[in-house]
């Protein structure tokens, strides 16, 4: 399991920064609230009487309906609540949809927005609630788990500077018209899983802890985290997303590499693990390092499409990314072959994408033949009889070039007959040529294997700068 980052939060609510607490630390201060300057909203029969203020003295029983006191005929400012406490927050939004529908009548884009300001919110709990008004939640702390699954809004939802304490859970919702989660802090994780964004989804300077889940989600548009913070998520999942129906993204996704290297789900070789279970077994590591591939693939995909170099970049990184953890899915199939291929594919051409691999190789090999050329078999080198060979004690070799050919073993001292070595194998290797030096006995097969791979590694260079001016 990979180390958790540490949380991050934009936002610091109130008096307390939650983003700080601990588990035991969150609860006992929900256990506090309400206090006096955040007084709760109460209706008969929500439970509150079991409630003890925070110098232990009980709640008494609640002097009347709050819900009819907010939104009866009667009460003034009414589209606006501020500095609550919010027991439950589904039969919150359905009193003020009966107000609206009273007051406004059965067309709900003539209703008010419901305006929640710097609220405590226990109780979020508005799953299958189909919600007309447009509801806005502004500087709010959710200090329990938030259930919006499967809810739909139809006028919008703005989440605008929220806290949630705990986990949120978006899971099948709908949202239309707005959806707005400009600063937000999830500090323990939210699963946007097969939610519906049949409007333009907006998370400028929203912070990601512990796990962001977005598989399957639809988009109406594109999807901007390019500003988000997701230093803090464990995990990113972006599987099965989709923009107007397609599932090939096309530069929809905006996001930097920065944000999401290494935080793909599956790429550490686990799907949803807790520290304390045991190590996966192969099978379930193969299929996690698959799932993660996969990701790379979409990435590389709408990288591609996206503009600037920094896209392009970021594409060939994420297509790299994608080959290297399919060999390990290969490894663990038992297809040792496969992975040969993929990993000599690797080193030796970069996957295709990167330069300095090729040239690397390139060196490597033009000094290993050399060594062998100069160590192995300098007798099987030989010189042209008309060459001119030049250094420390060449006088001799000199004299038996006129006589016939020579050899590398024939010249001294060591160093230059490396350096003649080396020379020799580099005209091998860009199988340029010149002729003045000639292998004979093994060094031919020597000779043919350095020439072949010489144009297999120019041929490998030349492609990627050609594809990389290109672009």
Not at 10 to 31: G, I, K, N, T
Not at 65 to 81: H, T
Not at 290 to 298: E, L
Not at 433 to 441: E, N
Request: charged residues 20%.
């Amino acid at each position: 399991m990979r180390p958790r980052p540490e949380v991050f939060c934009p936002v610091v609510p109130f008096d307390r920064d939650v983003s700080r607490m601990s588990d035991e630390d969150l609860r006992a201060y929900a256990a506090a609230i309400p206090s006096g300057d955040f007084p709760p909203v109460r209706w008969p029969g929500d439970g509150m009487d079991d409630l003890r203020y925070p110098d232990g003295t009980r709640f008494g029983p609640p002097p009347g309906d709050d819900l009819a006191l907010l939104f009866g005929p009667g009460a003034a400012a009414w589209q606006s609540i501020s500095n609550k406490t919010v027991m439950d927050m589904g039969s919150l939004l359905a009193a003020f949809q009966k107000r609206c529908l009273a007051e406004a009548g059965p067309d709900r884009r003539a209703w008010p927005p419901l305006v929640l300001m710097r609220c405590l919110v226990k109780g979020a709990n508005v799953e299958g609630l189909t919600i007309g008004a447009h509801v806005r939640v502004l500087t709010c702390v959710f200090v329990e788990p938030a259930r919006f699954s499967f809810a739909r809004f139809s006028r919008g939802l703005d989440l605008l500077g929220s806290i949630f304490a705990r986990e949120a859970h978006f899971t099948g919702t709908a949202v239309e018209e707005r959806a707005n989660f400009q600063a937000v802090a999830f500090l323990r994780g939210v699963h946007f899983h097969e939610t519906a964004f049949e409007c333009l989804a907006r998370f400028d300077e929203a912070a990601f802890n512990g796990p962001l889940s977005l598989q399957g989600t639809r988009l109406r548009e594109a999807l901007d985290l390019a500003r988000a913070f997701l230093q803090g998520a464990w995990w990113v999942d972006f599987s099965g997303l989709r923009v107007s129906g397609r599932t090939a993204l096309m530069g929809d996704l905006r996001v930097r590499l920065e944000q999401i290297r290494g935080r793909i789900l599956g790429e550490g070789g686990e799907l949803l693990t807790d520290p304390e279970r045991p190590a996966l077994d192969a099978r379930a590591r193969q299929e996690a390092l698959a799932y993660a591939a996969d990701q790379y693939s979409m990435l590389a995909g709408n990288f591609t499409a996206g503009t600037g170099p920094g896209s392009w970049r970021a594409a060939d990184w994420c297509h790299s990314r994608y080959l290297d953890l399919w060999r390990q899915v290969e490894w663990l199939r038992g297809d040792r072959w496969g992975w040969l291929m993929g990993f000599l594919f690797k080193i030796c051409l970069g996957n295709g994408i990167w330069l300095k691999y090729p040239l690397e190789l390139a060196l490597v090999v033009i000094l290993g033949f050399g060594l062998v050329y100069a160590v192995g078999l300098p007798g099987d080198i030989r010189a042209d009889s008309q060459v001119v060979l030049t250094g420390e004690g060449a006088a001799g070799v000199l004299e038996r070039a006129g006589e016939g050919a020579c050899s590398l073993a024939d010249i001294q001292p060591a160093h230059v007959r490396v350096a003649a070595a080396l020379y020799y194998s580099a005209m091998t290797f860009t199988t340029v040529g010149y002729g003045d030096w000639h292998p004979v006995g093994w060094a031919r097969l020597f000779a043919s294997v350095e020439a072949l791979s010489g144009l297999t590694i120019i041929s490998a260079f030349t492609v990627i700068l050609v594809r990389k001016i290109i672009r």
